[in-house]
């Protein structure tokens, strides 16, 4: 069965991207001559197995998606909170998927074999989980961008910055919707994250660096899901466009291919 996606792209331009853009959306920055979120619909819709794509945001994204891979695609409105988006987005794709992929609109380098990749690691994991996301090694992302302003955190596997995808069970949605919403805010600020997870995670957080199993399980005990981190190698997944130099760094990388 294909995995529908939605595209979260309704956050309105009114932080540091003004400086780059007078586009009331964010979604709508101009990179590479389109709307920033067109490339990321794009690689949605391009990746194999991925079925349907709801759009939250701007009905110009839409219009930048042509021949029969706009038939897969639906735009919606941004009306409400995130997750109210996102349950939107699953209904109106029909709501039969048994996982959903999640995307923000600020990726626009991710390619459709990127996520082909996330998809394939994710969904060959053992046992099955009810939430998947990636987290990119730092060494991938200065591979390919060299040194730049990232969130990361250090683990006993190595130093990670998380991605900006997720693959997840609809069902579990609501029963951790303020927990979604939450990770999805302190996902950039790993001390509110861990602190969120509890103070005893947080002095080992802090004092011992945990190993990416042990987050896991952490995370699965705390909210009643199971989660698994998936580590994948494309760095584009974790390098996002939040503010003008992010812009230009990637334009940059666009540029040289």
């Not at 309105?12 to 101009?30: I, K, T």
């Not at 945001?57 to 996102?86: E, K």
């Not at 029909?94 to 959903?100: D, I, K, P, R, T």
């Not at 053992?126 to 040194?147: I, L, S, T």
């Amino acid at each position: 069965m294909a995995i529908d996606a939605v595209l979260l792209a309704g956050r309105e331009n009114r932080g540091a991207l003004m400086g780059a853009s007078d586009q009331p959306w964010e979604a709508l920055v101009p990179f590479g001559g389109r709307p920033m979120a067109a490339w990321v619909a794009e690689a949605a819709l391009g990746a194999a197995g991925v079925g349907r794509l709801a759009v939250v945001g701007p009905d110009a994204i839409g219009s930048d998606i042509g021949g029969p891979q706009a038939l897969r695609m639906v735009m919606l409105h941004p009306h409400g909170s995130m997750l109210d988006n996102l349950q939107r987005g699953i209904a109106a794709c029909g709501g039969a998927s048994e996982l959903v992929l999640i995307l923000t609109s600020d990726i626009p380098l991710v390619r459709a074999a990127m996520v082909e990749r996330f998809l394939a690691s994710a969904l060959s994991r053992r046992p099955a989980a009810d939430f998947y996301y990636p987290v990119v090694p730092k060494e991938a992302v200065e591979r390919r961008f060299g040194r730049s302003e990232r969130t990361y955190v250090r683990l006993r596997e190595g130093t990670f910055t998380g991605g900006n995808v997720a693959l997840v069970r609809p069902q579990v949605l609501t029963q951790m919707a303020k927990e979604v919403e939450t990770f999805m805010a302190l996902r950039k600020s790993p001390f509110k994250l861990a602190r969120r997870l509890g103070w005893g995670f947080l002095i080992q957080f802090l004092l011992f660096r945990p190993t990416l199993a042990e987050v896991e399980r952490h995370f699965s005990d705390l909210f009643g899901v199971v989660g698994q981190a998936v580590v994948v190698e494309d760095a584009e997944i974790g390098v996002d466009v939040d503010k003008p130099e992010d812009l230009a760094l990637c334009e940059a990388v666009l540029a040289h291919g």
